[in-house]
Structure formats: structure tokens, C-alpha cells
């Protein structure tokens, strides 16, 4: 199986042949050539899955871009009307975007998708944003990784604990798109 990698891990897979072990016998197969395709936006490899059709964990339409130049952000935040305006303004600037409702699924998620970029909601249940941002910059996988708290307070306080937890910015939940657009380019481009 050839794997289409960049730093970003997989993207798509082709069946080029090879030996499986069935019950103790060996099976040659013959190379198919058949693309496995990747969802652009929980990461599944469907099996069986065709172009248009749809990932049967999280409904997206597979479109058989190849990702392995596409940058890739973790957006933590447990209010699905953050994660789908913050998501709908990666996704325009052409990121795969990974999901996570809480600290907890953020941690798991980004320790197998290795994201260039993690946003984090300050206040989520189970872990909260600034325990996950703590968590992430003790790992020495993640200490050179960007990561953004989303906030819907603009307080001294709230800010600062951000940034003395090593956060490398902030965002306003109630910024203006271009807004957040901007400051998210600072860290995906380049």
C-alpha cells in the first residue's frame, strides 16, 4: 500500500499489491490502483468510499483532493456555532479542519493528527482551554506548535493568563470575519 504522506501525515493510499495472512495462509493480491480516500474533515479512511460519496462517520462529501500540502488546524471549542464559524473560515483557506468538543478530546486528537495549528476555547467542559494549552506546552511535540485561545471575554485577566500560559495569541468569538481571518493567516501563512 503506497501512503501519500507530507508532514501532515497521510492523505491518500493506493492498493499496489502484496501478501496478506488469512488464517495462516498466504494470499497474493494483485495491485489495484485504487485511490482510498481520506475525509477532509475527521481524517477517516472509508472503506469502500467513492468520490461524492459521503464519510459515514461525520457526513462530509469525499472530494479525492490530494492533502498532503494542506495545513491542518485542531479547533477545540464545545459551542457548535464557534466550531462551525471558526471551521467555515479555515476550511475557505483551504485547511483541514479536526474537531473537538472539550481539553480532553483536543489532547487525543492532536497526539494522531500532529496539527501545524490548535485553536482552543478558553471555557469547555472536562478540561477547559487554558489546562489543554498548559498540557500541550509540556509536550515537546507541541512546543513549536502555534496555538490560538478563542475567547468571548476581551478581560486583562482572561488574556493574560492566555498569554503567561504560553498562548502565542488570541481571538474574539464576536470579532468580524475579516478580523479573524487575519490573525488566523499569521499562523498558517508561511
Avoid: W
Amino acid at each position: 500500500m503506497s501512503v501519500g504522506a507530507g508532514k501532515d501525515g497521510p492523505s491518500e493510499m493506493t492498493f499496489d499489491g502484496g501478501v496478506e495472512l488469512d488464517g495462516g495462509f498466504n494470499k497474493q493480491h494483485e495491485p489495484t490502483g485504487d485511490a482510498v480516500l481520506q475525509c477532509p474533515s475527521c481524517g477517516l479512511f472509508p472503506f469502500g468510499a467513492a468520490v461524492g460519496g459521503q464519510c459515514p462517520d461525520c457526513g462530509t462529501v469525499l472530494d479525492g483532493e490530494d492533502r498532503t500540502e494542506q495545513k491542518s488546524v485542531l479547533l477545540a471549542d464545545d459551542s457548535i456555532m464557534a466550531r462551525g464559524k471558526i471551521g467555515a473560515i479555515l476550511k475557505q483557506m483551504g485547511c483541514q479542519v479536526i474537531e473537538a468538543t472539550d481539553g480532553n478530546e483536543a489532547l487525543r486528537l492532536a497526539g494522531i493528527f500532529k496539527p501545524d495549528l490548535i485553536i482552543l476555547d478558553v471555557m469547555m467542559p472536562n478540561r477547559d482551554g487554558i489546562a489543554t494549552l498548559r498540557e500541550f506546552r509540556n509536550d515537546t511535540q507541541f512546543e513549536d506548535t502555534p496555538m490560538i485561545i478563542l475567547t468571548s471575554k476581551a478581560d486583562a485577566k482572561t488574556v493574560g493568563l492566555a498569554l503567561r500560559s504560553q498562548a502565542s495569541d488570541y481571538i474574539l468569538k464576536d470579532a468580524s470575519l475579516a478580523e479573524i481571518r487575519e490573525r488566523l493567516a499569521l499562523y498558517l501563512d508561511g
